[in-house]
């Protein structure tokens, strides 16, 4: 370097998630390992002062750094491993690259050309972290790959018991709670909020712990951005891209979130929290990049979608909007969160390539409460399981939510839900309908009968296959509606 101050661009990024998150069905761990690698990504500009903070995401980060000499460099890069090893050592794998700022490059030619040495490096690392020789004769409780080198303490009804699982499950586990309900705290501020606890498990969210309750549904939400990717390539400067992940994380993410939470903690609101115990029934998995996940009772996932929606629908960088597609799974608790998480994921794709040409915000929706499983992939289940309905009766956009509750909820209250059954009966038959909806709304009271045959027309007019949608989100509408005027 001839000792002339050099600049670079330095590249993390946290690998193999599967291995090092995604490795068990146990919630805590999970959610510890996902936000342990978001705050090893974000404070490591803290541990090693020499290092500028540029841009971070969930498991990613962008740094600067500046040295007259390799030796200086090379201490730089071994303090960088160091402080990523004490974070999260026990469990993740982390790549990095490096390349000069002056290098002739723009910052999109920089970021690609440490993008693809970082994966580079993946392919010549292993894929989960090693354990420590221990003298453990099984194997971790949590994920069965692992020795189990050490224990944590769980509940099991009233009693508490000790679990054997490996290190790298017990430092997720222990660290899980703490760092969620520190960015929870964070954003609800200074109010009579940061008094909220908050659920720890998925059995405690469903309400089947809390005294009685018999909900026992779940709302699985996967959120990812519509062509962020097209957008980022767009920015010419390093303040560009920064300005555009401001908008993601703060404007867009972390307001939702706060506005959530508000929500969720609001005394009126009681169907996010226990009665027993007043805890918020809310859970973040993923979180700080362009995908968010949340898990949250299935009776809220109306409000929560609309919630984030309304903050994203507001948004532009550049003059373009930036919106979301969202895979939403409904099923029981009891369901292998793993499987669920990928089914969301697969729902999110169907979601985005409804808007594939004119990106917008909308959701896809799959009902898992009478099934647990699903053989083959979500889209051909779809259009199989729910012929002659297709994949696309299971979309809704932001623009017609809000008419699409009301109507439900209309529907819901009036019309009687075994000549739903019959409908849906009738159209996998492929037989006329007309016929017994005409008989269903004869049944109805006289004030109720045209508001609610208004309400089946708003849907259905159109396609006769929505009455397949109706029935999948029957129970995720609440009952609130206008009385009609007589």
């Given amino acids: 370097m001839d000792n002339q101050p050099q600049e670079w661009y330095l590249r993390i990024e946290a690998v193999n998630l599967d291995h090092s998150v995604f ?9 510890g390992g996902s936000f342990m690698l978001l705050e090893a990504v974000n404070t490591l500009d803290k541990k090693v002062p020499e290092l500028q903070k540029e841009v ?4 990613v980060g962008l740094f600067r750094f500046t040295c007259h000499d390799e030796k200086k460099k090379n201490k730089i890069l ?11 050592g026990t469990f993740a794998t982390f790549v990095y690259a490096v390349c000069p700022s002056s290098a002739g490059r723009a910052v999109k030619e920089s970021i690609e050309h440490l993008t693809a040495e970082c994966r580079r490096q993946q392919y010549k690392t292993l894929s989960f972290v090693l354990p420590k020789a221990s003298n453990a004769i099984n194997e971790c409780m949590m994920n069965g790959v692992r020795p189990a080198d050490a224990s944590i303490e769980r509940k099991r009804g009233a009693t ?25 705290r964070k954003l609800l501020g200074n109010t009579y909020q940061t008094n909220a606890e908050f659920t720890s498990d998925l059995e405690m969210l469903a309400g089947k712990t809390d005294g009685g309750a018999t909900e026992d549904k779940i709302a699985l939400i996967h959120l990812d951005g519509n062509s962020f990717g097209k957008i980022k390539d767009t920015c010419a400067t390093l303040n560009d891209l920064k300005a555009f992940n401001d908008v993601i994380q703060n404007n867009i993410q972390e307001a939702a979130l706060q506005r959530l ?5 609001q005394q009126e609101n009681e169907g996010f929290r226990t009665k027993k115990d007043n805890k918020v029934r809310i859970e973040t998995l993923m979180w700080g990049g362009d995908e968010i996940e949340w898990i949250v009772p299935a009776s809220q996932l109306w409000d929560t979608l609309q919630i984030f929606f309304e903050v994203a629908s507001s948004m532009q960088f550049k003059g373009t909007a930036l919106t979301y597609s969202a895979g939403v799974v409904v099923c029981r608790h009891t369901v292998p969160i793993l499987q669920i998480r990928r089914y969301a994921e697969e729902m999110c794709g169907i979601a ?26 979500v889209g051909t289940f779809l259009d199989t399981y729910y012929r002659p309905a297709r994949v696309n009766d299971f979309i809704v956009p932001y623009s017609g939510m809000e008419s699409l509750r009301s109507h439900v909820r209309t529907i819901r209250k009036n019309f009687p839900k075994n000549k739903l059954y019959e409908i849906v009966a009738a159209l996998q038959a492929e037989k006329k309908t007309d016929e017994i909806i005409c008989r269903a709304l004869n049944m109805i009271s006289k004030p109720w009968k045209e508001p609610t045959k208004q309400a089946i027309e708003a849907i259905t007019a159109s396609n006769a296959n929505k009455w ?16 009609p005027a007589i």
Avoid: C
């Fill in 23 to 31: 490795d068990t069905h146990d919630i805590s761990t999970i959610r």
């Fill in 160 to 184: 508490k018991v000790d679990l054997a699982v490996s290190a790298a499950v017990q430092v997720r586990f222990k660290n899980g709670r703490r760092l969620r309900n520190k960015l929870y």
């Fill in 56 to 59: 971070t995401g969930a498991s």
């Fill in 468 to 483: 397949f949608f109706i029935s999948d989100i029957w129970s995720l509408v609440d009952d609130t509606v206008h009385e």
């Fill in 261 to 265: 939470l508000s929500f969720a903690t």
């Fill in 78 to 88: 071994d303090d960088v491993e160091k402080q990523l090893k004490e974070q999260s």
């Fill in 352 to 377: 985005k390539a409804y808007s594939k040409d004119a990106p917008s915000n909308q959701f896809a929706l799959l009902n898992m409460s009478s099934f647990d499983a699903i053989h083959r992939d």
